[in-house]
């Protein structure tokens, strides 16, 4: 495996640990003030 190629596998995974620290409590966010307007207008 390339140098070039570890770099990227590790950016990658990087990325992938970021967008799964700041997507969870989004979608989670997301979720609860859909039903609560589910709720208010149901």
């Keep these: 495996m390339s140098t070039a190629q570890t770099s990227v596998n590790k950016s990658t995974g990087k990325m992938v640990i970021a ?3 700041v997507g969870a409590p989004l979608a989670y966010g997301i979720y609860e003030t ?3 307007v589910a709720a208010l207008f149901g």
Excluded: D, E
């Design 19 to 21: 967008w799964a620290l």
């Design 34 to 36: 859909l039903t609560r």
